[in-house]
């Protein structure tokens, strides 16, 4: 019978806003006699929800807010949720990187976790070095490290830079490296946060593989990522934060459908438009809008319609390219396509511009869509802005449409192309 490893109740953690010092000694002193005596800290304040989309009235903000779950032994856990939702925070709750402000935790077994890249690394340091010294954070034995290490270097790809100081080292290499040791600790839980963004593809599916072999062997593991093509694949277990609090846990298939559901009546508006105009002294932006073929603002499409994207931004210098991207994500966070302005579109000159991107028609399956918009200027390269899921639109079908197939208006895929097919024999 599996036995709870991972156990929280009323978890909570408040933060102060702006410049914060510590306090006195004496506060500290009440602070652990309070906690001791189970009490609640005397300097606590009210706080608001972690909402990011509209201002606040109070300097503290509940990061995370009544937090209860607990894990299996086994169980692979997939905590899902927007930027700011709280993920991070919890992951550093559980590992013991920082400490709740209310509520309590209670863990069974070693844990190993992998936070940001490079964790636990200095760059001075040759990766042998770092493979010794990580492990040795991480609470392995030196017995234990050379036991494995040729395992951990064979797995992380990096055997033939193993010696080279990893302030050389791409942000790939870092993670795999880091991954490596994380993976082979001989531990009961591994947490792991959002780090595989910057891997390639063969090694997602390695790491992917390498969590899915340690949970059959009775391991736990904590994965938070916004691919949720991953979480489902891996994890049979979910908790999707919103602003600080949970929303829904329990089967994941059923917690990425509330996500995806979510998401999709929080994003559906036709228009983006800058409060505080993000972006740097090069550029700024001022509105993203999405427009049908007549240039009105529009957020439904059927396949057979023209989708646009209007970048309005200003260019604050002279003789400075600030060239626009437009990407298109499905509503699983899966990149499908993005594009770039020929080169004569890209504007030069100082004051305010606008340009379109224009998708091509009978391309996209239905389902709805998120947009994402950046920019950058050319020598040197700089990034400006990067609007992640800034808008949203959805792709329907055309009910008018002549159905001449077996085959309903939805199927399978992304796309939906319409492809040319020819009879060779009879």
Same mark, same amino acid.
């Given at each position: +019978?599996?036995?709870?490893?991972? %156990?929280?109740?009323?978890?909570?953690?408040?933060?102060?806003?702006?410049?914060?010092? $510590?306090?006195? /000694?004496?506060?500290?002193?009440?602070?652990?006699?309070?906690? /001791?005596?189970?009490?609640?800290?005397?300097?606590? *304040?009210?706080?608001?929800?972690? #909402?990011?989309?509209? $201002?606040?009235?109070?300097?503290?903000?509940?990061?995370?807010? #009544?937090?209860?779950?607990?894990?299996?032994?086994? %169980?692979?856990?997939?905590?899902?949720?927007?930027?700011?939702?709280?993920?991070?925070?919890?992951?550093? /709750?559980?590992?013991?990187?920082?400490?709740?402000?209310? !509520? %309590?935790?209670?863990?069974?077994?070693?844990?190993?976790?992998?936070?940001?890249?490079?964790?636990?690394?200095?760059?001075?340091?040759? !990766? *042998?070095?770092?493979?010794?010294?990580?492990?040795?954070?991480?609470? +392995?034995? $030196?017995? %234990?490290?050379?036991?494995?290490?040729?395992?951990?270097?064979?797995?992380?790809?990096?055997? *033939?830079?193993? #010696?080279?100081?990893?302030?050389?080292?791409?942000? !790939? +290499?870092?993670? *795999?490296?880091?991954?490596?040791?994380?993976?082979?600790?001989?531990?009961? /839980?591994?947490?792991? #946060?959002?780090?595989?963004a910057v891997g390639d593809a063969e090694f997602k599916k390695k790491c992917l593989g390498k969590m899915s072999e340690v949970s059959k062997v009775g391991k736990t593991v904590l994965f938070v990522s916004h691919e949720i093509n991953a979480i489902k694949e891996l994890c049979n277990k979910g908790i999707l934060l919103e602003n600080g609090k949970l929303a829904v846990a329990g089967n994941i298939k059923h917690v990425i459908d509330r996500y995806v559901e979510t998401a999709k009546q929080k994003l559906a508006k036709r228009e983006w438009m800058a409060q505080e105009r993000p972006g740097n002294d090069f550029a700024k932006i001022d509105f993203v809008k999405i427009v049908n073929i007549q240039r009105q603002e529009n957020c439904v499409f059927t396949f057979e319609e023209t989708v646009g994207i209007e970048v309005g931004y200003e260019i604050l210098q002279n003789n400075l390219r600030v060239n626009i991207c437009v990407a298109v994500y499905s509503n699983t966070g899966q990149l499908i396509f993005m594009s770039f302005p020929e080169k004569e579109l890209v504007k030069t000159t100082a004051g305010s511009h606008s340009i379109i991107c224009w998708f091509p028609k009978e391309l996209l399956n239905i389902d709805w869509y998120t947009i994402r918009v950046n920019a950058h200027t050319f020598y040197p390269t700089n990034l400006i802005f990067d609007l992640i899921d800034v808008l949203q639109f959805e792709i329907i079908s055309n009910e008018n449409k002549i159905i001449l197939t077996d085959y309903e208006d939805k199927i399978s895929g992304v796309l939906k192309i319409d492809c040319k097919w020819e009879l060779t024999s009879n």
């Open positions: +019978m599996s036995q709870v490893v991972i %156990e929280v109740n009323n978890l909570g953690k408040q933060y102060r806003l702006g410049q914060v010092g $510590k306090t006195t /000694i004496v506060d500290d002193f009440k602070r652990w006699t309070h906690k /001791i005596q189970g009490k609640e800290d005397p300097f606590l *304040r009210i706080g608001e929800e972690n #909402d990011r989309s509209k $201002k606040g009235n109070s300097d503290y903000v509940w990061a995370l807010k #009544d937090i209860n779950f607990s894990i299996q032994q086994g %169980e692979v856990l997939g905590i899902i949720g927007k930027n700011g939702a709280g993920k991070s925070t919890l992951l550093k /709750i559980l590992s013991r990187t920082t400490s709740p402000t209310v !509520g %309590e935790y209670k863990i069974k077994g070693r844990v190993a976790s992998l936070l940001e890249v490079g964790t636990g690394f200095h760059p001075d340091l040759t !990766g *042998r070095e770092n493979v010794f010294l990580n492990g040795a954070i991480l609470g +392995m034995t $030196k017995t %234990e490290i050379k036991k494995n290490f040729d395992a951990i270097i064979d797995f992380s790809g990096v055997e *033939r830079y193993i #010696d080279t100081p990893v302030k050389r080292y791409s942000s !790939g +290499m870092y993670v *795999r490296l880091a991954f490596a040791v994380a993976a082979y600790l001989e531990s009961e /839980i591994l947490i792991v #946060d959002e780090v595989l």
